[in-house]
Structures are given as C-alpha cells and as structure tokens.
C-alpha cells in the first residue's frame, strides 16, 4: 500500500473566514472523491492548527500501489477538484508517496 501525503500553502486571504471557508471547501470536495476513485481507499484533508508553521493543509489518501497514485491525480474527479478550488488558491505544494 502507498500511503500519498500532500501539504499546501495557500495564497494570502484578506479575510480569515473566507480562508477558512475555502479550506472547507478544498476538504469536503477531495473527502467525497472516496467512493468515486476506485483505487483511493481512503483520503482525509486536516488544517494545521499551528500559526507558526508554513503549511495550512494535508491531504493523507492510501492507495494500493505507486501506479494507483498516477491513476488518482489523472482522474477526471480529481483533476475537476484540482482546477476548481485548489490550483486558484494554491501558493505552494510538497508531497511525499511512501510504502507503508
């Protein structure tokens, strides 16, 4: 099994809620891709609750092989979720695929 760990930075907001509520957003709409990928086993997005740290997000999916990983980001669910509420916002990424 891969375990696939993404962290974003978002870009700055002028209002706080309004970074809360697109960080919601980002969640709801990767969490509900479960079901719909075949290979995603499971997928779960959490806010850092750490001021001081860089990143606001992580997004922990397990999929069953480093391939499936390639089959996640190409699929049209993920690719829609991607263009619509993340890439507008996204200030920077880092990500770590493992085998667990």
């Known amino acids: 099994m891969i375990k696939h760990v993404v962290?974003?930075?978002l870009t700055e907001f002028a209002d706080p809620e309004a970074k809360t509520a697109k960080m919601q957003e980002i969640k709801e709409r990767l969490e509900a891709l479960t079901g719909v990928i075949d290979c995603l086993k499971s997928i779960r997005v959490d806010f850092n609750v750490n001021p001081e740290e860089t990143w606001?997000?992580?997004l922990t999916a397990e999929l069953p092989t480093?391939?499936?990983v390639k089959t996640y980001a190409m699929h049209p669910a993920h690719v829609a979720v991607s263009k619509e509420v993340i890439v507008p916002v996204?200030?920077?990424r880092?990500?770590?695929d493992y085998e667990f």
Do not use: Q, S
């Open 56 to 58: 606001d997000l992580i």
């Open 7 to 9: 962290m974003f930075k």
């Open 90 to 92: 996204k200030a920077d």
């Open 94 to 96: 880092a990500c770590v």
């Open 66 to 68: 480093l391939e499936d």
